[in-house]
């Protein structure tokens, strides 16, 4: 017979826990918590519940179980056959291992001793403190509820006054009311130019579902030219209560000119988007196509971000080198494969190492979407769906980090 899983956690019930056993919280678990799960699961941050402590575990034990054996938790949705990547969350095998044992083993606390010294986490920067902080000019009032067509993005130009260029090795992108951003991207326009999301070098950072500030290695960082403004892009979803945003964005400058420059760039078929995207009423799997070729010199990719809205299914970044790649002999490679993309966690992926793209080499991006009424996030099946910046509409963007080699 037909049935249908209940969705969400399991209800957390009293646990009777052994005093002992060969892995124990203290010397074992608290550090695979730590290393793993703290990011989200603290206070003020995404997760549900805090994961500071013994007793803050115990009580969630079944739903870990749940969430560590079907690979849920930590969030992470890169196909593990193609590329390596720095910010992978996924826990190794001898971390699921030892959290299974120690479930399986009625979770004994162990001696206090053995507890690794707690973290100590920034209290309002994830990347530490800025050098400098810029806000929108004036706070912008979110409606209570979502009007005909939704709330229009909005613009926010903050001048610089920058009197000379400034490198930026890390920057982020912090909410005023985190409950009604969605997004906001934060855009670099130089003196005397008017605003192009598609130029590369023209994106600073962002902030959205499950994604990460800025953080670029030593030596490698994002030019601010002086005189340059910035313009913060800010998508707002109402949720029942009016309120007030202000949000900012920190940025900490590199401590010398760095070697690398790092440029930002969405692939997109940006001339035809409200015409090239137009999926059918019911399609199961609708697919889309987006490349750029770099035919001047050859580029090290540093990082990938797929981009799609709910009826978003799977993203592929694939190399197709022209004439075959000299070293590999390859005609095209996989670079990243999402295999099952997740609106609520758009993940940035960091290369382990900068991936080399010969002269001539085009980068394709492959998306499909799920416009059917199999998809439960759908909005509405019975509707054709056309690019949109609303959540209900659709886009399919595949942003990158990269450099050019040599730099010039």
């Known amino acids: 017979m037909p049935t249908t899983e209940v969705a969400g956690c399991f209800i957390g019930r009293v646990k009777e826990t052994k005093s002992e056993g060969k892995v124990t919280y203290s010397m074992h678990v608290s550090r695979i918590i730590q290393n793993r799960c703290q990011e989200c699961h603290r206070p003020v941050r995404i997760g549900p519940m805090a994961f500071m402590k013994y007793d803050d575990v115990v009580p969630w034990a079944d739903t870990i179980r749940e969430v560590v054996s079907e690979g849920r938790m930590p969030p992470w949705h890169a196909d593990p056959k193609h590329g390596k990547w720095s910010n992978d969350r996924r826990l190794k095998a001898e971390e699921k291992q030892a959290l299974l044992r120690w479930l399986d083993g009625g979770m004994p606390k162990g001696d206090a001793k053995d507890l690794p010294p707690a973290k100590k986490y920034p209290e309002d920067w994830q990347t530490g403190k800025p050098d400098v902080v810029f806000s929108m000019p004036k706070a912008f009032d979110v409606p209570a509820e979502t009007p005909k067509g939704g709330v229009k993005y909005q613009y926010f130009s903050i001048p610089t006054n920058f009197k000379e260029d400034r490198w930026v090795e890390r920057a982020e992108a912090r909410a005023g009311a985190a409950e009604v951003v969605h997004h906001i991207l934060v855009f670099i326009v130089p003196a005397g130019e008017m605003l192009r999301p598609d130029k ?122 022209g004439g075959g790649d000299d070293k590999t002999k390859k005609k095209e490679e996989t670079l990243l494969s999402v295999p099952r993309f997740d609106f609520n966690w758009q993940s940035v992926y960091r290369a382990e190492k900068p991936i080399l793209l010969p002269k001539g080499t085009k980068l394709q991006c492959v998306a499909h979407f799920d416009n059917s009424e199999k998809n439960p996030n759908n909005p509405d099946p019975t509707k054709r769906v056309y690019w949109g910046d609303q959540t209900w509409e659709e886009m399919m963007v595949g942003w990158i980090d990269y450099y050019v080699e040599p730099e010039e």
Not at 237 to 253: C, E, H, M, W, Y
């Open 200 to 321: 590369p070098g023209s994106t600073l950072c962002g902030l959205a579902p499950g994604d990460m500030p800025m953080v670029l290695e030593p030596g490698t960082a994002k030019l601010i030219p002086a005189g340059a403004r910035l313009v913060m892009q800010m998508h707002y979803t109402p949720n029942g209560k009016a309120q007030s945003d202000r949000s900012s964005v920190g940025l900490i400058f590199a401590k010398k000119p760095p070697k690398i420059r790092v440029l930002t760039k969405p692939i997109l078929n940006e001339w035809f988007m409200s015409k090239w995207i137009s999926i059918p009423a019911g399609a199961e799997n609708f697919e889309m196509v987006a490349s750029h070729t770099f035919k001047d010199s050859d580029v090290r990719i540093v990082g990938f971000m797929p981009h799609m809205h709910l009826r978003g299914k799977d993203f592929v970044f694939k190399a197709v080198y």
